[in-house]
């Protein structure tokens, strides 16, 4: 049986977004726009199964990309069995961060069938077992058009709460993305999970935007930097 993806739409936007340069660890400092990694996990909070996986495809970037800077308290230790003083352990970090987000992400459910899922194929009779992918793009569509997800889809950091709707391009005007383009430099792409479940390595693409658009290569492309 021969299976199709189905590329979906969101609109997604928040007062703030942080998608921290892994380069820089003493202060969160956020790439100019979302990242594939950060993309996917929107998707994922709304929806998510062992038969699927979310391949984003593009990011339209909707509003001016402005900058805001935040100085924060933190705590500069690991919690563990001693207790942990805030005072001696408090730290003043700055953060910039993006303010007045709006996106517009597309992303493909991809349908992992039953077989390419499990280590022992010949256990399972793929007539009765193999599920049906049109039943996981009926459930995100429910989903998604509700306003219903499995945890709160967040902008880069918890702390940064999205807001998302489900977007319909065939029934829709939809509003053209910024008129910017810029070289955004070498982005942080995900984490190679399939690799390393524990310690997953980074990997990186370089992104460009052209027009408030940013084509997003897939996982086993030559642009994709291990």
């Not at 996986?53 to 924060?72: A, C, D, F, G, Y």
């Not at 194929?121 to 569509?141: G, S, T, V």
């Amino acid at each position: 049986m021969e299976y199709y993806d189905k590329e979906f739409c969101l609109e997604v936007w928040g007062p703030m977004a942080c998608f921290t340069r892994p380069e820089l660890k003493v202060e969160r400092v956020s790439y100019d726009v979302i990242t594939p990694s950060a993309a996917r996990a929107i998707f994922e909070a709304i929806f998510w199964k062992p038969a699927i996986h979310w391949q984003v495809t593009n990011i339209e970037v909707l509003n001016p990309i402005k900058w805001t800077s935040i100085r924060r308290n933190e705590v500069g230790a690991v919690a563990s069995k001693n207790p942990i003083y805030i005072e001696d352990k408090r730290q003043q970090k700055n953060s910039l961060l993006l303010k007045d987000v709006r996106y517009r992400l597309w992303a493909k459910l991809e349908f992992i069938p039953q077989r390419k899922r499990t280590k022992q194929p010949d256990l399972f009779d793929e007539e009765h077992h193999d599920e049906n992918p049109a039943k996981y793009n009926a459930m995100f569509e429910r989903r998604a058009s509700k306003g219903q997800c499995f945890n709160q889809p967040y902008l880069g950091t918890r702390e940064c709460s999205a807001s998302f709707r489900l977007v319909n391009p065939e029934t829709e005007k939809l509003p053209n993305p910024i008129s910017e383009s810029r070289d955004l430099g070498i982005m942080l792409y995900d984490m190679d999970f399939e690799q390393d479940l524990k310690n997953p390595p980074a990997m990186f693409y370089r992104a460009k935007m052209v027009n408030g658009v940013i084509i997003v290569p897939p996982k086993n492309s030559e642009e994709i930097l291990r």
